[in-house]
């Protein structure tokens, strides 16, 4: 069972930085996508930013220029450093990953983000 916890969600005024982390366990294939989703009160999930490393990363238009993602020990850790954070930014934020599988022989990735990790809130205020 692939599990992930994320760590490093708090309280910060608007132009502030945090740093989320994300701890897996388990065998995970980075190749198939990692990353951030965050979830603001009233608004649907958006994914803020992902990698697939050794591949491209991408981010939300709207933390371009501010936000960071990162990975270490061979993607058994995940970062996401965020930076200029605005009160928009509030919201529970979650480490997520794609499923690596094999079909007919051939190793794929799940299209659907199937891994996810239970949120770590982040509040900005003004």
């Known amino acids: 069972q692939v599990q992930l916890l994320e760590s490093g969600g708090g309280s910060v005024q608007a132009g502030g930085s945090l740093k989320l982390s994300c701890k897996v366990s388990g065998y995970i294939f980075n190749n198939c996508g990692s990353g951030w989703y965050r979830q603001a009160p009233g608004k649907e999930r958006e994914l803020v930013s992902a990698t697939y490393a050794p591949g491209p990363t991408t981010y939300a238009d709207s933390v371009k220029g501010r936000f960071t993602i990162s990975r270490e020990d061979g993607g058994h850790t995940l970062y996401l450093q965020m930076n200029n954070l605005k009160n928009e930014d509030t919201g529970v934020y979650y480490c997520?990953?794609?499923?690596?599988?094999?079909?007919?022989?051939?190793?794929?990735?799940?299209?659907?983000?199937?891994?996810w990790g239970q949120g770590t809130q982040v509040t900005v205020s003004s």
């Open positions: 997520a990953a794609k499923r690596r599988y094999i079909q007919e022989g051939f190793y794929k990735c799940s299209e659907n983000w199937e891994y």
